[in-house]
């Protein structure tokens, strides 16, 4: 079945600097992929989607390139901020059945000043 | 707009209690869905509907009833409360098809004892 695979947290990095979060996919076809973000006590927000293969999807600074070859969609940012603290969620929908988003387990990140 | 909303915020509940988790959208979605979240489990789909008067099973749906007699609501039923459906639940909607981001609710943390 189809399945998420995202870096295991916690992340904890300081102001300023890079961030990378893995993710990985196994799925049927060509699924749609997004990353979801939740701040504390909130429900989910979409940060960035791509819906083929090598489309980019971009929001607030974060980035992430859909690799078909590698099943990759990582998020990056070149600069966090404590406003990132949060836990990040990659998922993929794809045609056909529930058209469910199937969820990587979610990786929480802290951004300390 | 005000997007997916839910109702309520919180609620205890005790064992075999029964109880409506409430979900409305005013965006006109005709795709509608409950999931759960788990620690260290991401979220997982508990039911989904594809337009009013349709609806369908996820991955976990033992426990739940659903309907959907309208566009805009999609309420999702407890019928004997169990402490292993304590959890975090999220309401979303989106368009129709994969490529389309769904919008989640604000959440309601059920606990059971």
């Known amino acids: 079945g189809d399945s998420v695979t995202q870096m295991e947290g916690p992340v904890t990095l300081s102001e300023e600097a890079f961030l990378t979060i893995n993710c990985t996919y196994t799925a049927t076809g060509y699924p749609s992929l997004f990353w979801y973000v939740q701040y504390p006590g909130e429900g989910l927000q979409l940060l960035l989607k791509a819906t083929k293969a090598d489309d980019k999807g971009s929001n607030k600074g974060f980035e992430a390139t859909y690799r078909k070859e590698t099943t990759s969609f990582h998020l990056e940012k070149g600069s966090v901020q404590v406003s990132d603290s949060a836990v990040y969620f990659c998922?993929?929908?794809?045609?056909?059945?529930?058209?469910?988003?199937?969820f990587g387990k979610g990786t929480k990140l802290t951004v300390n000043p | 707009n005000a997007g997916v909303t839910q109702t309520p915020k919180f609620q205890v509940l005790k064992t075999g209690q029964s109880m409506t988790l409430q979900c409305a959208q005013d965006?006109?979605?005709?795709?509608m869905s409950w999931y759960r979240q788990d620690p260290g489990m991401g979220l997982r789909l508990i039911h989904y509907?594809?337009?009013?008067?349709?609806?369908d099973q996820g991955e976990v749906p033992n426990g739940y009833n659903v309907s959907r007699s309208t566009t805009e609501d999609f309420p999702l039923r407890l019928l004997s409360a169990a402490p292993s459906q304590t959890s975090v639940y999220f309401c979303?909607?989106?368009?129709?098809?994969?490529?389309?981001?769904?919008?989640f609710g604000p959440g309601t943390r059920l606990t059971v004892t």
């Open positions: 979303a909607s989106s368009g129709q098809g994969f490529s389309y981001e769904q919008y």
């Open positions: 965006m006109n979605h005709e795709y």
């Open positions: 509907s594809v337009g009013a008067g349709i609806t």
């Open positions: 998922a993929l929908r794809r045609m056909g059945g529930s058209e469910k988003l199937v």
